[in-house]
């Protein structure tokens, strides 16, 4: 058997490579045959938590950070990790008591605060929200993140001496990306009130240059994928299908919503999900795409156009992380929404994993969908941060949707958002239908909603209920994108 310090290394070289799971098996074999002392078993307790979590484990995860709080309870930054977990699958009352353990071990623990609050805030709780909003701002004054959240909730709280003390964070030497774009995304808004639209471009397009600065390569990297390999990918997916036990999938149900952000996705997931059938939403779990890069990657990103995909060896990592979110008893229709905007890159492969899989493709007026785009703090979507590459997304997406939709016509209900909410009972009793579901009057009540949880850019507007189109909303940025007109036929 392999010493301590061979499996410490191999378990460091296989983390730095991200293969998690020999690197978890690695540390599991440690803790199993060796007698170890009590803070070198918590810090391996840490380890292997950290690797569930980066594996989407998050069940394993926190059974680790639980051990190693019996051995360091005061440990706040733990209490806060584990609170993270907690909100991921679902459970906001320990994820909320975790956290509250956090700021009671340190009253100033910004991280802490901030993420209570915005459980808080997905979960429609302004007025505590409000309060750790409030309070991580008395910590941290400069916390620009912050305030902008604040003024999603409370848009009075910007005056002329929070502008003024906006303008000089800006105006000073700092390298804070996206505490500087938050801060051009109050300044936009604050001209936007004042219908001075002149100015607000002007920070608009401040606001998403350091948005994407704030994560440039990581951005840099990602704007490459989903402008230029996957699209040139995805019609040139080819399959080995030695899938081993096909009947773990025979009882999935799975509804994917895909589309364009920013284009009645939230509002279609909320209807679904209001329903008396209980339908769990994961909201933008990512994990389609993430399970196809953790066993593919080198395959995606090599120059060849073809891509050789082994099914199995996705479908063995895909549904094992939507296992780790939901309770699966056997025999039971498994049933969920995955609202992955992206995925329809994917439904060739989803379909060859989910047989029963059901795509909702949610649209809207696209130049409206456009300015929507720009205007919304987006900072977690690579392409949203200039014109340019809104313009070549959209340009991909538009032909990718319209040969699924030729393929595979039975798979796939595309939602106008003008439809829906003109005519929402009409509409939803579409979806219920195309999705298998008994619709009742609940869906369309969902702002009555008391366990309501959204963490989009749409989570204030859902709990107003559902809304008139205002189609007049942008007519006074055209002339922002007058010049892709001769570009793209489409448009």
């Known amino acids: 058997m392999e010493n301590y310090n061979q499996l410490i290394k191999k378990a460091k070289f296989f983390f730095d490579a991200n293969q998690f799971e020999k690197a978890q098996n690695c540390l599991s074999n440690i803790l199993k045959n060796f007698e170890l002392d009590l803070k070198t078993k918590g810090n391996l307790y840490l380890l292997l938590a950290d690797i569930h979590t980066k594996l989407n484990n998050f069940k ?3 059974k680790y950070y639980l051990s190693y709080l019996d051995l360091s309870p005061n440990d706040f930054i733990a209490h806060n990790s584990i609170a993270n977990n907690y909100s991921k699958i679902g459970q906001y009352k320990k994820a909320e008591k975790h956290y509250l353990k956090a700021i009671n071990l340190n009253k100033d623990y910004e991280a802490a605060i901030i993420n209570l609050a915005i459980l808080f805030d997905n979960l429609g709780n302004k007025s505590d929200a409000l309060k750790f909003y409030k309070k991580a701002i008395k910590i941290n004054s400069n916390n620009l993140g912050v305030l902008y959240n604040i003024y999603k909730l409370e848009k009075k709280i910007l005056d002329n001496k929070k502008i003024a003390l906006i303008k000089e964070y800006l105006d000073s030497d700092n390298s804070d990306y996206f505490n ?37 390569k990581v951005n840099k990297e990602a704007l490459n994928y989903w402008l230029n390999i996957i699209p040139k990918k995805f019609d040139n997916f080819s399959f080995i299908e030695n899938i081993k036990d096909k009947n773990i999938v025979k009882n999935f149900y799975p509804i994917f919503i895909i589309g364009l952000p920013r284009s009645g996705s939230t509002l279609t997931e909320t209807i679904i999900s209001s329903g008396k059938n209980n339908i769990l939403s994961f ?209």
């Open 60 to 62: 394993d995860s926190n």
């Open 180 to 216: 500087k774009a938050s801060g051009y995304f109050l300044l936009a808004g604050y001209e936007n009130k004042k219908k001075n639209i002149t100015n607000e471009v002007f920070f608009l397009e401040k606001a998403n240059t350091n948005s994407f600065r704030s994560k440039e």
């Open 283 to 491: 909201g933008e779990s990512n994990l389609v795409n993430w399970s196809l890069l953790n066993t593919h990657r080198k395959v995606l990103f090599n120059e060849k156009s073809e891509a050789i995909l082994d099914v199995n060896l996705i479908q063995n990592k895909l549904v094992k992380s939507y296992q780790n979110l939901i309770t699966n008893k056997n025999g039971q229709r498994v049933q969920f929404i995955d609202k992955s905007l992206e995925n329809f890159y994917y439904i060739n492969l989803i379909l060859k994993i989910f047989p029963n899989a059901k795509f909702i493709h949610t649209h809207r007026n696209l130049e409206d969908n456009i300015f929507s785009i720009y205007k919304e703090f987006l900072n977690k979507i690579s392409w949203s941060h200039s014109f340019d590459n809104i313009f070549s997304y959209i340009d991909n997406y538009l032909a990718v949707i319209e040969k699924v939709k030729e393929k595979y016509p039975d798979n796939i209900l595309s939602v106008a958002l003008e439809e829906l909410t003109i005519k929402p009972e009409e509409i939803s009793k579409q979806i219920y239908q195309f999705c298998g579901l008994k619709w009742d009057q609940n869906c369309l009540k969902f702002e009555e909603r008391k366990n309501l949880f959204s963490s989009t850019a749409s989570n204030n507007q859902i709990r107003a209920g559902i809304q008139s189109y205002n189609e007049k909303k942008y007519q006074n940025y055209q002339f922002l994108i007058k010049n892709y007109k001769s570009k793209y036929e489409w448009f």
